[in-house]
Nanobody
Framework: QVQLVESGGGLVQAGGSLRLSCTTS????????MAWYRQAPGKQRELVAT???????NYADSVKGRFTISRDNAKSTMYLQMNSLKPEDTAAYLC?????????WGQGTQVTVSS
């Protein structure tokens, strides 16, 4: 059974930093696409960043230059380094994996940025 578990969220002041982790289990072999999404109350789920098995990355315009996505293929783990956080970054951050043509989601970790 595939499971994704996020960690690293919390409360931080504007301008601060957090590092999120997504640990996977039940996956054998290479994960093609890994991504971070976020969802704020009353808003649609938003793609934050993606990373391929080869390390190619893409970011939402709103986080470019502030967030960095990375992965450790040996550990099947993904990270999101978030710097210069803003109140508008407040949301639940969810881990997403596409593996063997199926999509998997974590439960999310809450990030709250105070002004």
């Amino acid at each position: 059974q595939v499971q994704l578990v996020e960690s690293g969220g919390g409360l931080v002041q504007a301008g601060g930093s957090l590092r999120l982790s997504c640990t996977t289990s039940g996956i054998i072999g290479t994960i093609n696409i890994m991504a971070w999404y976020r969802q704020a109350p009353g808003k649609q789920r938003e793609l934050v960043a993606t990373i391929t098995s080869g390390g190619s990355t893409n970011y939402a315009d709103s986080v470019k230059g502030r967030f960095t996505i990375s992965r450790d293929n040996a550990k099947s783990t993904m990270y999101l380094q978030m710097n210069s956080l803003k109140p508008e970054d407040t949301a639940a951050y969810l881990c997403y994996v596409n593996w063997r043509v199926s999509n998997y989601w974590g439960q999310g970790t809450q990030v709250t940025v105070s002004s």
